[in-house]
């Protein structure tokens, strides 16, 4: 990995694990990178690097740390049962939120930041991009909860990601979404459920590359 692991304190006071890699090149920008239900893993540390270089400097909290320090949870079924039991049961969402805003403020004194999110992270990053002051756009990936914040307006340029074979977000909630938000550019892939990662059988490269095409559009087109 390019980057490396620190510590920052958030607003509830504790200090929980972050990634931090640092931008190649000319830097077009912050970027808070906001994980799946399965932590800080090689995966989302890699996705950090990959955008570090393209010029980002990338913030990624361990959000659930407080939780399972060091959490980096695999996709078997004992551990997708853990980390779905900590997003569900155990983790509060609004203080998800409250973490990105910690990082977006560490990042905004150095110019524009921008948010990424999948699965879980997708929602914490559209409810950051709704609620949060500083935030020059976000790109949400298959965000399951997007659709019960539909009411919620983005304050800065945000574009959707989903796959039309997500088992876990029906069409209805995607079109839920459109008819609530038809100023939003809400992207379908011809995948399923995280087609991003190249660690689960869902992975579909075509549309990782266009969706990866579709953010770096967004970010290096605002904000700067």
Same mark, same amino acid.
């Given at each position: 990995?390019?980057?490396?692991?620190?510590?920052?304190?958030?607003?509830?006071?504790?200090?929980?694990?972050?990634?931090?890699?640092?931008?190649?090149?000319?830097?077009?920008?912050? @970027?808070?990178?906001?994980?799946?239900?399965?932590?800080?893993?090689?995966?989302?540390?890699?996705?950090?690097?990959?955008?570090?270089?393209?010029?980002?400097?990338?913030?990624?909290?361990?959000?659930?740390?407080?939780?399972?320090?060091?959490?980096?949870?695999?996709?078997?079924?004992?551990?997708?049962?853990?980390?779905?039991?900590?997003? /569900? +049961?155990?983790?509060? *969402?609004?203080?998800?939120?409250?973490?990105?805003?910690?990082?977006?403020?560490?990042?905004?004194?150095?110019?524009?930041?921008? @948010?990424?999110?999948?699965?879980?992270?997708?929602?914490? &990053?559209?409810?950051?991009?709704?609620?949060? +002051?500083?935030?020059?756009?976000?790109?949400?990936?298959?965000?399951?909860?997007? &659709?019960?914040?539909?009411?919620?307006?983005?304050?800065?340029?945000?574009?959707?990601? *989903?796959?039309?074979?997500?088992?876990?977000?029906?069409?209805?909630?995607?079109?839920?979404? /459109?008819?609530?938000?038809?100023?939003?550019?809400? *992207?379908?892939?011809?995948?399923?459920? %995280? *087609?991003?990662?190249?660690? /689960?059988?869902?992975?579909?490269?075509?549309? &990782?590359?266009?969706?990866?095409?579709?953010?770096? &559009?967004?970010?290096? %087109?605002?904000?700067?």
């Amino acid at each position: 990995m390019q980057g490396e692991l620190a510590r920052l304190t958030m607003a509830d006071g504790a200090e929980i694990e972050v990634y931090r890699s640092w931008p190649k090149g000319v830097r077009r920008g912050g @970027l808070v990178l906001v994980q799946e239900i399965f932590g800080l893993t090689d995966h989302i540390q890699e996705q950090c690097d990959k955008f570090a270089a393209a010029g980002f400097e990338v913030l990624a909290p361990a959000i659930f740390d407080r939780e399972s320090p060091g959490l980096r949870a695999d996709y078997s079924p004992a551990g997708i049962e853990t980390a779905i039991r900590i997003a /569900r +049961d155990e983790h509060p *969402f609004n203080l998800s939120v409250d973490d990105v805003r910690v990082c977006v403020e560490d990042l905004r004194s150095r110019g524009p930041v921008h @948010l990424v999110g999948y699965c879980y992270g997708a929602s914490v &990053a559209w409810a950051a991009a709704c609620r949060l +002051d500083g935030v020059a756009a976000a790109s949400c990936y298959y965000g399951s909860h997007i &659709a019960r914040m539909a009411a919620e307006q983005p304050r800065a340029p945000t574009i959707l990601h *989903f796959g039309i074979h997500d088992a876990g977000i029906p069409p209805s909630e995607i079109d839920t979404l /459109r008819q609530a938000h038809p100023e939003l550019e809400i *992207f379908t892939y011809d995948a399923g459920h %995280g *087609f991003n990662s190249d660690r /689960r059988t869902d992975y579909h490269a075509p549309s &990782a590359a266009l969706a990866w095409e579709r953010t770096l &559009a967004l970010f290096q %087109g605002g904000g700067e």
